[in-house]
T-cell receptor, first 112, second 108 residues
Framework: NAGVTQTPKFQVLKTGQSMTLQCAQD?????MYWYRQDPGMGLRLIYY???????DKGEVPNGYNVSRLNKREFSLRLESAAPSQTSVYFC???????????FGQGTRLTVV | RKEVEQDPGPFNVPEGATVAFNCTYS??????FFWYRQDCRKEPKLLMS???SGNEDGRFTAQLNRASQYISLLIRDSKLSDSATYLC?????????FGTGTRLTIIP
């Protein structure tokens, strides 16, 4: 049971570098999400995709782009990393509106 | 005003005690509600859904008050293994919004 798979698990970037966080789910879910989690701030929604081919901004989209490549995959890109983007990033997927979301194991990103 | 608000705690509770958490939400059109549990440095996992009629799962009871727009979680006979952060989650149609979480520590 893979569920939601995120890669990489850890990453250190220099300011200005770019990278893409990958996320894939094998549960045939329509909705996928990217969150960041910072101490004392809880999980904040960066972008979400309610279905294949659609993406929408969440609470903190600035500095990020996303791509819903197909139903399974939802990637998050940092074009020019900044120290303020140091965080733990979680990808999640969900089925119907009244059902739970499942999370990947998270990516710990440090920007120096 | 934050869309979903929780008391961040921490709650330090002796083993065997009963502890209650509350959560308020601002969007009256919210459709479904959940409590998640997150252990240190791990991903959040569903603890239980919250239904209008209230629901119970063993030592855990969740209730929803739509009129007052709050959700509660009651943990009875708390165990050491209940130590975690508890997240209130609201589904607003197409997105899930999380509260900041309430940290619970059960003391032996």
């Amino acid at each position: 049971n893979a569920g939601v798979t995120q890669t990489p698990k850890f990453q250190v970037l220099k300011t200005g570098q770019s990278m893409t966080l990958q996320c894939a789910q094998d549960m045939n879910h329509n909705s996928m999400y990217w969150y960041r989690q910072d101490p004392g701030m809880g999980l904040r929604l960066i972008y979400y995709s309610a279905s294949e081919g659609t993406t929408d901004k969440g609470e903190v989209p600035n500095g990020y782009n996303v791509s819903r490549l197909n139903k399974r995959e939802f990637s998050l890109r940092l074009e020019s990393a900044a120290p303020s983007q140091t965080s733990v990033y979680f990808c999640a997927s969900g089925g119907r509106k009244d059902t739970e979301a499942f999370f990947g194991q998270g990516t710990r990103l440090t920007v120096v | 005003r934050k869309e979903v608000e929780q008391d961040p705690g921490p709650f330090n509770v002796p083993e065997g005690a009963t502890v209650a958490f509350n959560c308020t939400y601002s969007n009256s059109a919210s459709q479904s509600f959940f409590w998640y549990r997150q252990d240190c440095r791990k991903e959040p996992k569903l603890l239980m859904s919250v239904y209008s009629s209230g629901n119970e799962d063993g030592r855990f009871t969740a209730q929803l008050n739509r009129a007052s727009q709050y959700i509660s979680l009651l943990i009875r006979d708390s165990k050491l293994s209940d130590s975690a952060t508890y997240l209130c989650v609201v589904n607003e149609g197409e997105k899930l919004t999380f509260g900041t979480g309430t940290r619970l520590t059960i003391i032996p």
